[in-house]
C-alpha cells in the first residue's frame, strides 16, 4: 500500500492525522495506527522535517508505543529527530531492548545527552536492566554526582522501597522563613522529581515534618517553616517492600512518600506517578499467580514463547502430578462405579462447582488480604461469613440441581438410572462439596499469609486439586450411605 | 481484660502506643489493635482529653479504620473530639452506614461545618450514597455554589469522568503574567482541589494548555502565560469511562487530568488520589468477574452473608447447569468408559490440566487487554503464540505424565489396567487438550472485547467448562481409535 501512495493521499493522510488526532487529543491511542502509516510512508519518502512536525506535538508516552510498532533499524533515525527533551522522555518509555539498541548506537555526546535529561529514579531503572558493558559506558558518561547516587540506590534489594524512590528532593530546615525556602526551591527545582511537596529536616537529617507548595504559597515571607509545616511523620523505611510503600501512598493520598533509613534519616522520596507503576506491576503479579503461571515482568506480547513457556509449565505440571490423588480415589472406588455407572457422569459437574465455589472464596479472601481489609485476627469472621454464604449458595444450588436433574435428566432425557435417591445423592454432596470448598478457600490464603506464604500462591488452581479430591471422598462416601453401594 | 485493667497499666500502654507508634509511624497499621484497646479503655473511663491527645496526632484514613472496628454509639463521641479539620477528613474515610448514623445525630451547625472542610468531589460522594432524607438536609446545608456544583456532577452517569471529576480546579488565561497567575492562586487556592497543575483557558472556556506550579515559580514575574504553558491537550471527555481516564493518568504521569465536554470546554478535572481509588476498585472487579462472581463495591467485610450469596450464585447456577453437557457426553460414552474402567480415573487430572492451561492464557490476555498492551489487530499474533507455547507445555506435560503412569500407577501402584496403550492414549488427550484449552483461552478474551463484552466475564471458569467438554470429547475420540474400545 505504500509503494501506490500518491502525493495526494500522503497530503490528505497527514491532514487527516492533524485534524483528527492532535484537535482532539482523547483519541490518540484509537489513531495510533494511521499515525504508524503516515510515519513509515514518510520514512520511506525521506520526509524528515515533515516527521519531525508529525511526532513533536505527541506525549512521549505514545510515541513509546509508536516505536514498539517499528522496526529496530527505523528507531535511532525517527529518535534523532525528536527535540531534544521529548527524546530523553520516549527514551525511558522504550523496551530495555530497544534502549540498548539505542545507547549501542549513540555517540558518546548524544549519550550523555539523554543521560542528563533523565531523572535519577529513571537512570537507575536503565542501569538495572542494561548489560554490564552498557552499564560501564552509561556510568561513564553520567556526572560524579549522579553516579554517587546511582550506585547508592542500586544497593537496595529489588521490590524495596529505596529502590524505586529518587533522591532528588526538596529539602528545607526548621529555621528557614517562607522567604528563604522558595528562593531554595527556585534555585534547585530544576533538578528535582518533584516541588508539590518539601520536606523538613533538622541538622541530622532527621525528618520532622513537610510542606506542600500550596502551604508555602499561600504563608507570609517571613513566617517560619518549622511553624507552618505539617509534624506528620508518615514514612516508609528503604527496607519496605515497594508493594506496601505503593499502598501507602494510595491510602495516605499522597503525591510522595518519604523514604528513610533505620535511623530516621531521609534518604528519599517515593512519587506517586511510580507507586501507581509499582501497583500495575504487582496487580498483574497477583493475576498471573492466581493463574498458576510464574510471573514475568514483561508485557504479554514482548515475552518470548520460551519465556512464557517457562513461566506457564512448572505450576501446571505439579498440578497434574497433584492430580493423581484424584485418580487414586477414583481407581479405588472403580467397583462403586461399575455397579453405579450413572454416578460417574455427575463428577464433572460436582468437581467444576467446588472449584468454582472455592475460587470465588479465595479470591475474594486474597483481594481483602492485598488491600488490608481482613487480617490474620478476622480468620474467624471470615470463616463464620463463608460457612453461612455457602450454606445459602449450596442448598440453593441442591434445589435447583434437583430439579434439573427430575426435569431434564430422568424425564427429557429420558434416563431411568437417573433415580430420585441418584438426584438426592448429587444434592447432597453438592452442599457439603461448596461448604468444604468455600471454608477451605477463604482460609487458605489468610493462613498462607500468616506463615509468610504468598497468598495469591494459594488460590484457585491449588485449591481447586484439594476440592476435587474432597468432593470425591464426600460424593462416594454419601453414595455408599445412601443407595448402599 | 478492660475492666480489671489498673491506672498504673493503662498509663503504661498509652505510653507505649506514644513510644511505639508516634515515633515510627511506619507501624500504625500494625498497631492498630493496640490504639484500638486504649481508646475503648480511655472510653471507658471518660478521659476524653487524653483521647482528643492519643486521636489527633493519627492520619485521617488510620482513624478511619478504628472508627470500623468501633461500636457504633461511640463514634459520634470520638467524632466531636476530633480537630474540626481532622473530623472532616476522618467523615470522608467513613463506610457510608456510619456516615449517616453522624449526619443523623449531627445538629444543623455542625453539620454545615463538615460539609464546609470537605471537597467538592467527596460532597459528591455522600450525595450519591445517602438515602433522599438524609440528601435534602446535606444540600440545604451547602452554600449555593457548592450545591450548583454538586448537582451538576450528580448528572453525569456512574462510572464516566464527569462523575468522578472536581470543578475546584485553577484556570488561568493565556494573557495573564505570571505574576498575575501567581497572584489568582494565592487568592483561590483555598478552595483548589490541587494547584499544583493549573490550566489555560481561552474566553470561550475551550482548553487551550497547562502549566505546572513549578513552571511558574521558575518563570519571570513578566512572562507570558500563553507563551510558557505547556499546548499538549490530552483530556478525556464527561462521558468517558473512568477506567480510561485513571489509566491515561497513570500512562502520562500526570497528577491530573482535564475533563471536557464535547465542545472541548473544560468542565473539571481528575486528580491522581481519585483515579488510584479508580483503579483499585476497577481492578477488584476484575478479579470478583474472573473467579465467578458479580462485583460488588463494599470491602469484603462489609458485605452481608445474603449480598455476598447474591453475587456469587448466579455464575454457580449457570455453570453448574451447563456442566450438563460435560455429563451427557460422559453417559454418552458409559459404555466405553465400562469397558476400560481405567480411562476414568484420570478424567479429573485431564480437565483440571485443561482448565488451569485455558485460565492461564485467558487470565495473561485479559490483563494485557485491560493495560491496552493487546488490541484486536493482535489476533493472530496471539494465537500464534499460544500455539506454538501450547504444544511446548502439552509435548512437556504429556512426557511427564507418561513417566508418572509408568512409574506410579504401573508399578508402583501395581495396576496392570495402565498398559502403555493406555498411557499413550492419555499423553495424547493431555497435548490435544493444551492445545484447544489456549487456543480458547486467548481467542474469548480478545472477541468479547471486540463485540462489546467485558473480557473478564468470559475468563477462567466459562473457559473451563468449554474446556471440560472439548477434552472429554477428545479423549473418547482418541481412546476409541487407539484402542478400538
Known amino acids: 500500500m505504500a509503494e501506490n501512495m500518491t502525493d495526494q493521499e500522503l497530503e490528505e493522510m497527514i491532514e487527516d492525522v492533524y485534524e483528527d488526532v492532535y484537535e482532539d487529543m482523547e483519541n490518540v491511542e484509537e489513531r495510533l495506527d494511521d499515525i504508524l502509516e503516515t510515519v513509515e510512508e514518510l520514512l520511506s519518502r525521506k520526509q524528515y522535517a515533515d516527521l519531525r512536525d508529525l511526532l513533536s506535538p505527541l506525549e512521549a508516552p505514545d510515541i513509546g508505543i509508536l516505536f514498539g510498532d517499528l522496526n529496530n533499524d527505523q528507531i535511532p533515525l525517527l529518535f534523532r529527530l525528536l527535540p531534544k527533551e521529548l527524546a530523553a522522555e520516549v527514551f525511558v518509555e522504550l523496551e530495555s531492548d530497544q534502549q540498548q539498541m539505542l545507547i549501542q548506537g549513540f555517540s558518546n555526546a548524544e549519550l550523555k545527552e539523554v543521560l542528563d535529561e533523565l531523572y535519577l529514579d529513571d537512570a537507575v531503572d536503565l542501569v538495572e536492566e542494561m548489560p554490564a558493558n552498557v552499564v560501564t559506558r552509561i556510568l561513564k558518561h553520567t556526572d560524579p554526582d549522579t553516579r554517587k547516587s546511582i550506585n547508592e540506590i542500586l544497593k537496595y534489594p529489588e521490590d524495596s522501597a529505596g529502590s524505586i524512590m529518587t533522591t532528588e528532593f526538596v529539602d528545607l530546615k526548621e529555621n528557614m522563613t517562607v522567604e528563604d525556602a522558595l528562593k531554595r526551591i527556585r534555585r534547585t527545582a530544576p533538578d528535582k522529581e518533584t516541588i508539590n511537596v518539601c520536606y523538613v529536616i533538622d541538622e541530622r537529617r532527621h525528618l520532622i515534618g513537610y510542606l506542600s507548595i500550596r502551604r508555602l504559597l499561600l504563608a ?90 517457562k513461566a506457564r509449565t ?33 463428577i464433572p459437574m460436582l468437581s467444576g462447582t467446588g472449584g468454582n465455589s472455592g475460587t470465588q472464596a479465595s479470591t475474594a479472601v486474597i483481594r481483602a488480604l492485598s488491600l488490608d481489609e481482613v487480617r490474620f485476627s478476622d480468620l474467624f469472621h471470615v470463616l463464620w461469613k463463608e460457612l453461612r454464604v455457602s450454606l445459602c449458595c449450596g442448598v440453593c444450588l441442591a434445589g435447583a440441581n434437583f430439579i434439573k436433574m427430575m426435569l431434564v435428566d430422568r424425564m427429557l432425557l429420558n434416563n431411568p438410572d437417573v433415580t430420585v435417591w441418584v438426584a438426592l445423592v448429587v444434592c447432597a454432596t453438592l452442599v457439603c462439596t461448596v461448604l468444604c470448598a468455600k471454608l477451605v478457600g477463604c482460609a487458605m490464603p489468610i493462613l498462607a499469609e500468616k506463615i509468610g506464604f504468598d497468598p495469591a500462591v494459594m488460590a484457585s488452581p491449588f485449591i481447586t486439586t484439594i476440592v476435587d479430591a474432597l468432593s470425591l471422598l464426600i460424593y462416594f462416601e454419601i453414595a455408599s450411605s445412601i443407595l448402599g453401594i
Not at 266 to 282: H, K, P, R, S, W
Request: hydrophobic share 45%; with cysteine; net charge negative.
Open 220 to 309: 507570609e515571607e517571613d513566617d517560619i517553616i518549622g511553624e507552618i509545616m505539617e509534624k506528620s511523620l508518615i514514612a516508609v523505611q528503604t527496607l519496605d517492600d515497594q508493594e506496601t510503600t505503593a499502598q501507602a501512598l494510595s491510602k495516605y493520598d499522597f503525591l510522595a512518600l518519604p523514604v528513610v533509613d533505620t535511623e530516621n534519616r531521609l534518604v528519599g522520596i517515593v512519587t506517586v506517578d511510580d507507586a501507581m507503576d509499582v501497583i500495575e506491576e504487582e496487580t498483574t503479579e497477583d493475576f498471573e499467580k492466581m493463574a498458576a503461571m510464574l510471573p514475568s515482568d514483561k508485557p504479554y506480547l514482548k515475552t518470548g514463547v520460551f519465556e512464557t513457556w
Open 314 to 346: 512448572p505450576w501446571l505440571l505439579m498440578l497434574m502430578l497433584s492430580a493423581t490423588f484424584t485418580g487414586i480415589i477414583l481407581t479405588h472406588f472403580e467397583s462403586a462405579l461399575m455397579s453405579c455407572a450413572i454416578l460417574t457422569s455427575f
